[in-house]
């Protein structure tokens, strides 16, 4: 019996010597003797993050989570994450319902300037798009929003809708920044401009006169013009106007009281809309410059045709820089008002 438990009490230290072998050789991260570890199928799966929720989306979407390093970071997870961005807030209610009225004011309001009735507004879109700082559509809510915020700037209620008083607000805005003196400049103040410079160049002498300093801002702009190779006009090898083109060529410039008095006689219904009484043309500070169509008709049809021109669009964008300011009513009309861009070029 005793031989039988020493027997016994030696192979357990046999065999627990042995385990102490085994465990010490062991390779780095493997099973330890007597350890059980989870196999790559048996990993539990890590625990899922909660639900985000995404503003207007039909579903919810789970966060990513780190289950393995290759789902979190291929780019088949990284584009899943970027479709599933929450999408742009809708529009208020107050502009969608504003952008329907737009669109029927747009062609549809009836107001009145110099005496004569007006329908709509559209002719004066770009000048409008300009100034609420936007190129939406008219009939947008994006539209309406941007209006608001001009109505709010502007002491006006912000309703997104441009209504008379809202479209006599802009006119008040774009009257108020064109030239306030109106008297003669000296005769030193004046510069006979070459033929080359006009719509027509059998213009005399007496009415190629421009004021200095806006003859000089005028060849600074149509240089501008020119090099903007989108407007396609025709030039000279030295970059100028070609004589064949008529874009952005000087119509009339300085008018004498005399002269004005001439035109008016001979267009007795222009009103105060078309001939001004005391014009800004006697400073040779106000240029009308072709815009296309017929030079100077104000007829709507004839309007229509020239705010939709390369060269009056690029006239709405770039003219303020060089200090021409421009008579909403009237899309050839431009005067020099200067301003500190123009003065530092």
Known sequence: MKTLKHKLVIAAFTFAALAAVAD?????GGARAG????????????????AAK???ASADVTAASASSATSSSSPAASAATTATAAPAAAPEPIFVS???RNLILRDGLEWTFGGKSQRGWSLYLPLMRRLLSTDADTGTPEFASALARWQ???GLAPTGVLDDATLYGMISHWQSVRIKDRSYPSADQLVVAPTSDFYDPTRPDEL????????????RMVAAAAADKSLGLQLTKTGELAPEEKFLKIVSSFRSREYQEQLRKKSP???RAGLAVNSPHFTGRALDIYVGGEPVETKDVNRRLQVAT?????LVRNAESFGFRPYYYEPWHWEYVGSPIAEKK
Do not use: H, I
């Not at 190629?208 to 060849?219: L, S, T």
């Open 24 to 28: 010490t050789f062991a390779p780095e």
């Open 35 to 50: 350890a059980l570890q989870d196999s790559p199928a048996q990993a539990p799966a890590p625990q899922a993050q909660p």
């Open 54 to 56: 995404v503003v207007g």
């Open 98 to 100: 504003a952008a329907s």
């Open 152 to 154: 709010r700037a502007s």
């Open 208 to 219: 190629r006169q421009v004021e200095r300093r806006a003859y000089d801002a005028y060849k």
């Open 269 to 271: 219904d222009a009103g």
């Open 310 to 314: 390369p060269v009056y669009l690029w």
